[in-house]
């Protein structure tokens, strides 16, 4: 009893510890989505020197019935985009005010949502706060922001509208970035309205920072690596409180057996273990990928249970042989 008690503790520490792990990468991507203002790591980039006006291009967007759920950036430089969305899309985090509505992209009236930085600048007026663009003053409807994304804070985002405001630059003049979760049905007449042939992958834009999860990868890897190397520690010790078999004068069947009857001893305890450790990392830590937990603790699950009945095998053949060589 006490040794299934010591082995079940320690899994459950090791799947909190895996959870803590997954919190980090979790946050850190939502930190990568805000900084590239929305945008999800599968964003694409397309390059194009299409003479064609914004408005002209969110008008086709607007109308073609193969494109929805879909964000698209038209990037002026690293603290300043005209934006479109279409259905279903990422929200950025509001301080304040609203973001832009389904009006705001058909409509001559540009207006504006600032990061809270950039929010410490603006003219006020009548109640009213104002952002100067190209000599124009638009009226800001929201403030965006994050502790997690310095960037964010400074950014500002202009309503990309179908018809048209007063500054309406070309797009060989700004860079398009689109993020979509179906980008099967959606490339082939992006393409076409983008006068793009090509994309590039979101760590490639010019008004975008790069990428902070890469920069960690190997970090996250080396505590997997720790966590699995703790869980092949927690089966040698539980093969090693395990009682051994006298092997002598005992055919290779009852062996085999033996093996099988130990897995029923320890596997439900590891899988209540593994299952309040993922528990309590669902309930207590920053986790966006659920599914990810889960599939984590199915995986450490089983390096556990194959390296249980490695070792215990492992120590029956040492042990048979030991005993032939007495």
């Known amino acids: 009893m006490l040794r299934h ?26 930190a990568d989505i805000l900084d590239h203002g929305g945008l999800s790591a599968t964003a694409r980039v397309y390059p194009t020197k299409s003479g064609a006006k914004i408005s002209s291009v969110v008008y086709a967007l607007a109308h073609n019935p193969k494109i929805d759920n879909i964000q698209v950036q038209f990037g002026v430089n690293k603290t300043t985009s005209y934006i479109y969305e279409k259905g279903q899309v990422q929200k950025l985090p ?25 929010a410490e600048n603006l003219y006020v007026g009548s109640n009213q706060k104002y952002l100067q663009v190209n000599g124009q003053y638009l009226s800001v409807i929201g403030v965006i922001g994050s502790d997690a994304s310095p960037r964010l804070n400074n950014h500002v985002f202009i309503n990309a509208s179908a018809r048209g405001t007063t500054y309406d630059p070309e797009l060989k003049n700004v860079e398009v970035l689109v993020d979509t979760d179906n980008w099967h049905s959606v ?22 920072v790069n990428s902070n999860r890469d920069r960690h990868l190997g970090v996250y890897l080396t505590y997997l690596a720790l966590i699995t190397l703790g869980l092949v520690l927690v089966a040698a010790l539980n093969v090693w409180l395990t009682p051994a078999i006298k092997v002598a004068a005992v055919d290779r069947p009852l062996r085999y057996h033996y093996l099988f009857n130990m897995v029923g001893s320890y596997l439900p305890g590891a899988i209540l273990a593994l299952a309040v450790g993922t528990g309590i990392a669902w309930w207590r830590f920053y986790i966006t990928n659920y599914i990810r937990l889960v599939g984590s603790a199915l995986v450490m699950l089983a390096i556990f249970t194959i390296a249980n009945q490695i070792l215990l095998y492992w120590r029956l053949k040492r042990k048979e042989h030991t005993r032939a060589i007495t």
Request: positive net charge; proline residues 3%; hydrophobic residues 45%.
């Open 187 to 208: 490339n082939a007449p992006l393409k076409r309205i983008l006068g793009a042939t090509s994309y590039r992958h979101l760590s490639a834009a010019k008004t975008q």
């Open 5 to 30: 008690t010591v082995v079940n503790v320690l899994l459950i520490l090791l799947a909190v510890a895996a959870g803590l792990v997954w919190s980090a990468r979790d946050q850190s991507e939502y």
């Open 94 to 118: 509001l301080d304040s005010g609203q973001f832009f509505s389904t009006a705001d992209y058909n409509s001559t009236i540009p207006v504006a949502v600032v990061g809270r930085t950039a």
